[in-house]
């Protein structure tokens, strides 16, 4: 928790460097992999039923999410738990 929060505190630092704080209410959402790691050989799936320990870190900031990751390795029964905590889920855009 006090990594998201000192990642908030590291970017809010460089807007007020480059003098550029009123730009800060744009942002609005940290990338994040929720609980999903995998290999060449082996996807660990998220845990639903798994103590959700990112969204406490977003406790007490307003108007902040996380982007889900890896999203397109997920089982389809999981976005509906992702989208209940404070997740949002890009779909993926294939080139053509």
């Known amino acids: 928790m006090r990594h998201t929060h000192s990642t908030l505190k590291a970017h809010f630092d460089a807007f007020k460097a480059a003098d550029i704080t009123r730009e800060w209410s744009r942002v609005n959402g940290l990338d994040a992999q929720p609980s999903l790691e995998f290999t060449h050989t082996q996807i660990n799936h998220f845990d639903q039923a798994g103590p959700d320990h990112l969204s406490e870190a977003l406790?007490?900031?307003?108007?902040?999410?996380?982007?889900?990751?890896?999203?397109?390795?997920?089982?389809?029964?999981?976005?509906?738990?992702?989208?209940?905590?404070?997740f949002s889920v890009l779909p993926k855009i294939k080139q053509v």
């Open 59 to 86: 406790f007490g900031i307003q108007h902040f999410y996380f982007e889900a990751r890896s999203t397109d390795y997920h089982h389809l029964s999981v976005y509906p738990d992702l989208i209940r905590r404070p």
